[in-house]
T-cell receptor
Framework: AQSVTQLGSHVSVSEGALVLLRCNYS??????LFWYVQYPNQGLQLLLK??????LVKGINGFEAEFKKSETSFHLTKPSAHMSDAAEYFC???????????FGAGTRLFVKA | DVKVTQSSRYLVKRTGEKVFLECVQD?????MFWYRQDPGLGLRLIYF???????EKGDIPEGYSVSREKKERFSLILESASTNQTSMYLC????????????FGPGTRLLVL
């Protein structure tokens, strides 16, 4: 069985500050891990994904995430927040050959001017 | 660019009505999915399909059915809408199961009165 826990339903940062969104997963098989972003009134779009290659994954818009097997974590970071980063972010887990992708509950990021 | 379109952005229906939500993808993807999104619960899988005329129940199939007569089209049916089905419904498609990115439509916000 697989599961995802996102710590913090809301995160608020100032423009220019570090963004850190936390995600922990549980998986009995090697996981594939994803971060998706949802802007207001839109569907989800992929930010980045880990599929067993490099543990540090770079995505779009300056975001990156590091897969840490020992900590079962896949936290999302961005060095400097921009107002346009305000959105909801979802961490997700699946596995090779698996049909289902399990999504976390989401973290809404607020960026203050 | 992959495009997933959904028939309506907003829909208002009455309790007991039969509701059809349609989704079309233009990338010849094998897999299609229907999720519902509720605050604090993230995305929950209702049904998915890995081939034409094939369907599998997700985590919350009760009160829903689906139809996939053509590869590009996946319909979600609420046989008799109820107020607890008021939600955002997201359709997605992917080329390969598991490790592949899912591409999402913009969502249909359904209100059942």
């Amino acid at each position: 069985a697989q599961s995802v826990t996102q710590l913090g339903s809301h995160v608020s940062v100032s423009e220019g500050a570090l963004v850190l969104l936390r995600c922990n997963y549980s998986s009995s098989v090697p996981p594939y891990l994803f971060w998706y972003v949802q802007y207001p009134n839109q569907g989800l779009q992929l930010l980045l994904k880990y599929t067993s290659a490099a543990t540090l994954v770079k995505g779009i818009n300056g975001f990156e995430a590091e897969f840490k097997k020992s900590e079962t974590s896949f936290h999302l970071t961005k060095p400097s927040a921009h107002m346009s980063d305000a959105a909801e972010y979802f961490c997700a887990v699946s596995s090779f050959g698996g049909f289902k992708t399990i999504f976390g509950a989401g973290t809404r990021l607020f960026v203050k001017a | 660019d992959v495009k997933v379109t959904q028939s309506s952005r907003y829909l208002v229906k009455r309790t007991g009505e039969k509701v059809f939500l349609e989704c079309v993808q233009d990338m010849d993807h094998e897999n299609m999915f229907w999720y519902r999104q509720d605050p604090g619960l993230g995305l929950r899988l209702i049904y998915f399909s890995y081939d034409v005329k094939m369907k599998e129940k997700g985590d919350i199939p009760e009160g829903y059915s689906v139809s996939r007569e053509k590869k590009e089209r996946f319909s979600l049916i609420l046989e008799s809408a109820s107020t607890n089905q008021t939600s955002m419904y997201l359709c997605a498609s992917s080329l390969v199961r598991g490790q592949e990115t899912q591409y999402f439509g913009p969502g249909t916000r359904l209100l059942v009165l």
